[in-house]
DNA sequence: TTCTAAAATTGAGTCAATTCCGTTTTTGTG
DNA sequence: CACAAAAACGGAATTGACTCAATTTTAGAA
């Protein structure tokens, strides 16, 4: 009956306790050692569990490391929600932001690593929990993108005849492969990788603006 | 003195064989039973040499899929370059002939699980051979496609005042990232794939054609 | 042809993720 | 409280990528 949390009961309690001290331990060995560096040993006895226990509640590595790009993505998406509310008048800016505040979010928990190894993971077990969270999470980036626009388009400052969903596409299809490059690169700047973004923008922004 | 290929000796006669051998073996494996599947012990016995050979010859079981890649995808950017010399009279079609062609070819040789694999490791490893080379392989796919620019420019089909450089990696990128989309599901068709990246385009062409 | 150094090969050994299954803990019922 | 079924735990065993030191093969000089 009851599907989600559930907090009576002490299997319960425990369950999302442990859960708790796996994803600590995780988060910050990933932090310090690296993802590889990171054996899953040493973050069951840091959790205080068996390694038994860790395929009990996450069914591989890779899934550890997606919970906790789900939290940084989803907190990422909430503080997008603003500027969708409340857009700078202006298409360019507009974007700028929005775009500004994804990438200037991201490397606030994971560090590039750590988006490599979750950009591997993702395509390469599509159809594993955290394959299937991280496409939906780029679903809701798109979708807030996409949101942006319709925003700019009721205000008067978007043409009215563009195709808002593809063009949410485009620009979230562009700054992603850009992040991914970015994250590559270990030496590349945040603040270059914006200036890159905002130039290949400001074609869709000539294109599209009233 | 001589750096490359000089054929003469058993020794380069040799390794040039043991490469082919193990190519070979390799890409009908990742083939038949999937990268995972795919075992460096059996693909050391399909090639008839050991296990220590291999890692003399590549330096992780991803490089001999990287080997594979780069074969592809400089066929994929052979075939583009008739498309660049003689292009559609026109923007949209142009663009649509160029990255047809890139889709189209590139489920020659590599399976969608393959391609997976393949975009995984270049993320992970950015900095190993094959993850050089894939990045390399990229930039040469985003120069053809600027060049195509350049020359629709030429030709007076699209603005001169374009930057074509920034237009060149907004089109490729957003290509890239609705390939990668593309090959995490196995479902998704080709046509699909064309048919969502020209619509996309379409906003960039109603943008930049004179 | 013979010999030596350099290059290449080999496969047993190491390391770490994942699996497996016997044991322990929790829950609900009488 | 006692008990049986269900759920969760633990950690030893398995598996497969990768390493390394010993051995074999080749190249080139004498």
Redesign the interface.
Known sequence: MWQIADMSGLRARQKADRHRRIIEAAAALFRDTGYEGAKIETIAAQAEVSVGTIYNYYQNKGDILGAIVSMEVNEVLNAGRGVVANPPANVGDALDTLLGIYIEHSLHYLSKEMW??A???S??L?DSPF?QAY?ALDRALTEQIRALIARLQAIGLVRRD??GQ??G??VF??M???F??F???DKAKIAELRA?IR??N???V???AV
Chains 1, 2 share one sequence.
Do not use: F, S
């Open positions: 490599r190894q950009m591997a993971i395509t390469q599509p394959g496409t563009i195709d593809a063009l596409e485009l299809n562009n992603n492969m850009m991914i490059e994250v590559k690169r890159a130039r290949q400001r074609i869709l000539a294109a599209i």
